[in-house]
């Protein structure tokens, strides 16, 4: 399975954005998917995890309530929703995807990486 973000951009603090994660070859299905972020100077750090069938999803305390994970195993995407967006949460931000009935929130235990797409918060 291959993985290619889109969707950053420039966006005001309280407003909203979404990101998007493309899969294609393999079994898309096959995979929990992550987003990670990493802003200049900080470590990259996991923010959503969605399982396989979409039916459980994980979210730092951080973005509860503001950030909506979702998958469409036909379309083969996963959409990060980001709303009242605050200035800590601008960072680079990549998908991943690991095989297995678990999702896990290791950045270690992903072997499969989107490059990063921007995201941009202004006061």
């Known amino acids: 399975v291959q993985l290619q973000a889109s969707g950053g951009g420039l966006v005001q603090a309280g407003g909203s954005l979404s990101v998007s994660c493309a899969a294609s070859?393999?079994?898309?299905?096959?995979?929990?998917v992550g987003w990670f972020r990493q802003a200049p100077g900080k470590e990259r750090e996991i923010v959503a995890t969605?399982?396989?069938?979409?039916?459980?999803?994980y979210y730092i305390d951080s973005v509860k309530g503001r950030f909506t994970i979702s998958r469409d195993n036909v379309k083969n995407t996963v959409t990060l929703q980001m709303n009242d967006l605050k200035s800590d949460d601008a960072a680079a931000y990549y998908c991943?995807?690991?095989?297995?009935?678990?999702?896990?929130?290791?950045?270690?235990?992903?072997?499969?990486w989107g490059q990063g797409t921007q995201v941009t918060v202004s006061s």
């Open positions: 991943a995807a690991a095989p297995g009935l678990r999702c896990v929130t290791t950045r270690g235990q992903y072997p499969l």
């Open positions: 070859g393999g079994t898309f299905s096959d995979y929990c």
């Open positions: 969605i399982s396989r069938l979409g039916g459980s999803a």
